[in-house]
């Protein structure tokens, strides 16, 4: 009896023990006016930043949980590559500024390079300014394994997108989903698209195209996954509310369920973002309007829309509910910005604006519980003095496991460092920031020199530098330039590689 009961605290100690160690690189949250929370050790704890940002941030971890990176997008800088990449150390890391965003909420994404540990994607997408969607790559072998920005800005896609780029792991458990949709607000054509590419050891496959559910009219909605990764969720500023079944093995999302439809006329109840419990029964969707609100919704039930529960609501200040995310320790916290009582919420705060609002966090402490017994508390979460607008951590889930006993849970394809990248230039010239930038990849030697041309022959811009990699990048500024044709031309001791590109 002794041991059998010895055998099963052994069981509980080991599952205990793995859930613990299950969420180390999504221990680390970085967000708002210096803000940040660690999640290691059991009881989170307010951290010390240097993001200054109202909404769009990411960060990841090692499996350790000891924070690697992150990165954060600035609003109120229109027509400028407004992203930063941050360090361990806090510090702006080797050429982490001028990363492509326009300052909105869930517009960056962090990726993990299936191919290499060291290496990182960072995606991030355009719903103004029409980028469309670009990423970068992080070395964290990089200035004394600080990290290194080695590729930036390489564009995948051109058209304007929804604020709501999403990731999520293959059923395989090593690769990577990545999912966007297009915006509609331009050209003015609602549509119900959904984009994806899948991420693997040998690269970025071929975006997929998918119309799937009701039409979506506007650029400003959220996304989210249930736990095990079956079920995912839109929401818009515009009331609408939809789930959506989703295959992590094909990437194929089916089954539209619209738990409320858009409302065309004001006021609109402005749904910002949601997040589902951990077990995956009810789903948390937070309004920030007047009154602001958070709401629960049972997904298991028949009529998902007949069990909307109102959990809490404030008529002021106006605008206060933000992002909602599940945390390492099973809570789900809500980010709350301050606005005065006539709803001026402009960024950044002023030196002034320390307030109950923007200096904590809710926490919905059991949301596994149905109604009332999920126990939300609002601003019950305090930052250290630091402060909050409406955004929390875009970071997917980095230690979802692979579907058990699905054909695909079978890794198949390049080992580890074993990916093989073929020499390319490329050259992306941004009208609004007047910028050009060089990727280039897969060089061969030592040395490489860089050198752009007008069509007349005159050098306008050369640099020489060692290659501590086979990645090559460089944000051109063509600010003081002409319109017109322009070539770059990087040479090495082995190879030499030209490209054209036209400043409009």
């Not at 609003?75 to 890391?93: C, F, I």
């Not at 509609?184 to 970025?204: A, K, Q, R």
């Not at 909602?324 to 320790?329: G, R, S, T, Y």
């Not at 990048?473 to 322009?486: E, I, P, Q, R, W």
Request: charged share 15%; proline share 5%; glycine share 8%.
């Amino acid at each position: 009896m002794i041991a059998h009961q010895k055998a099963i605290l052994i069981i509980i100690i080991s599952l205990l023990w793995f859930g613990a160690e299950a969420q180390k690189r999504n221990s680390i949250w970085c967000f708002g006016d210096s803000a940040g929370i660690d999640f290691n050790g059991g009881i989170p704890s307010p951290i010390n930043t240097s993001l200054d940002t109202r909404g769009s941030c990411v960060s990841i971890a090692d499996t350790n949980g000891q924070l690697l990176f992150y990165a954060n997008t600035r609003a109120a800088t229109a027509g400028q590559t407004t992203g930063l990449v941050w360090n361990r150390n806090h510090q702006l890391m080797l050429n982490g500024d001028s990363i492509a965003g326009d300052g909105w909420y869930d517009e960056m994404i962090i990726i993990p390079n299936p191919a290499d540990d060291s290496l990182y994607y960072l995606f991030s997408i355009g719903i103004v300014i029409p980028f469309g969607l670009e990423y970068s790559i992080i070395d964290m072998r990089g200035d004394g394994t600080l990290g290194g920005i080695i590729q930036k800005n390489f564009q995948l896609q051109t058209f304007k997108m929804v604020d709501c780029l999403t990731a999520i792991k293959h059923g395989n458990g090593r690769d990577w989903w990545l999912i966007f949709r297009e915006s509609p607000v331009f050209p003015g054509t609602d549509n119900n698209s959904w984009y994806s590419y899948l991420i693997t050891p040998s690269g970025i496959s071929n975006v997929t195209l998918q119309n799937v559910g009701t039409l979506n009219s506007t650029n400003a909605g959220s996304l989210c996954f249930n736990p095990s990764g079956n079920k995912i969720c839109f929401v818009n500023t515009i009331s609408m509310i939809e789930i959506y079944d989703f295959d992590r093995c094909t990437g194929t999302i089916s089954n539209p369920v619209n738990i409320e439809p858009e409302v065309m006329v004001l006021p609109y109840p402005y749904y910002w973002s949601c997040a589902f419990s951990p077990n995956g029964q009810y789903l948390y969707v937070s309004g920030s309007t007047t009154p602001s609100t958070l709401w629960q919704f049972d997904t298991w039930a028949a009529n998902i829309d007949s069990t909307k529960t109102l959990l809490w609501q404030v008529s002021y200040p106006p605008y206060t509910a933000g992002a909602l995310k599940l945390a390492p320790d099973n809570k789900i916290y809500m980010s709350c910005a301050w606005s005065d009582s006539v709803g001026n919420f402009n960024y950044p705060y002023p030196d002034s604006a320390f307030y109950l609002e923007n200096m904590n966090l809710g926490v919905i402490n059991s949301p596994d519980a149905a109604g009332m017994a999920c126990d939300f508390q609002p601003w019950s979460f305090y930052l250290d003095g630091k402060r909050t607008y409406w955004g929390l951590p875009n970071n997917p889930d980095y230690e979802l496991g692979a579907v058990t006993g699905n054909i695909c849970d079978s890794l198949t394809g390049i080992k580890n460092n074993e990916q093989i990248i073929k020499n390319e230039l490329f050259v992306y010239y941004n009208s609004p920031w007047q910028k050009a930038f060089i990727n280039a990849k897969g060089l061969k030697g030592r040395n490489v020199k860089m050198s752009a041309y007008d069509l007349l022959g005159n050098v306008i811009y050369t640099e020489e530098r060692k290659l501590s990699s086979q990645y090559f990048t460089k944000d051109l500024n063509m600010a003081a330039f002409a319109k017109g044709m322009y070539i770059v031309n990087l040479v090495t001791e082995k190879e030499r590689l030209v490209k054209k590109f036209i400043k409009d």
